[in-house]
């Protein structure tokens, strides 16, 4: 219209806009949409008031306080009793070592032990002075570990240690032996003097009784498995050198473990 091309027209329309074009109209835009202060002002007043603790210490709520509990009172008031059943054939090493096993029993554990000789068992019982309600437990464990053949001073570490353990199984529960061959199985349990089973006990730092087809092991639960695992290797018949080499490998790597 009017002799004008389009190409006249679009710089006029251009111009005539009432904002700025291009990158400006861009910058002012950003710089309206950066503007977020209260927002965040908001967000800290927020977080203050989250943290402001109240003045007064009466109105904090105080951590209450229990004095400790004795052993009569965890047990109900009334003292607990134990029995161990004392066999024929320890009745005269128990009355030859009766001192060694009563001391550590009332003066570390503070319980009252005595020997019935009518029914024949030792009977062990908390009293006033006891403190730890476990300690019975110990005295029990301690005793039963001297009855079924180990020393005292092997036994005495029931009490001394927490980490210590009874574990008994019999040659038949591995293989049903019978005749000579159960005399055999044993025999080569013991060993040439008791060869086999000191080298066993020194290896994997335990205990070992061996009471007929019985076997008692005193130790710490790996070390229990170790030399249990011996023991049923030989009972199976497998040499002893080929036992003696996988034990120390297998202590050795739980040692480096440890």
Known sequence: RGGKTME???????DSASGPSGPEKLVEESKE????????????????????????ESSLAKRPSFPPVDASTALGGKPE???VPVPPHRFTPLKENWMKVFTPVVEHLKLQIRLNLKSKNVEIRTSKFTTDPGSIQKA?????AFMLGFDVDDALALVRL???????FQVTDVKPLKGDHLSRAIGRIAGTGGKTKFTIEN????????????IHILGSFQNIRIARRAICNLIL???PSKVYGHMRAVASRASERL
Do not use: H
């Open 203 to 214: 290896v994997t730092k335990t205990r070992i009784v061996l009471a007929d087809s019985k």
């Open 81 to 83: 009793l134990r029995r």
């Open 140 to 144: 029990a464990d301690f005793v039963q």
């Open 162 to 168: 927490d980490d210590l353990f009874l574990d008994s």
């Open 33 to 56: 949409f950066s503007k977020v202060r209260m927002k965040r002002k908001r967000k800290a007043r927020t977080a203050e008031m989250e943290v402001e603790q109240p003045e007064d």
């Open 8 to 14: 006249q027209s679009v710089p006029e329309l251009l």
């Open 237 to 239: 018949g497998s040499p």
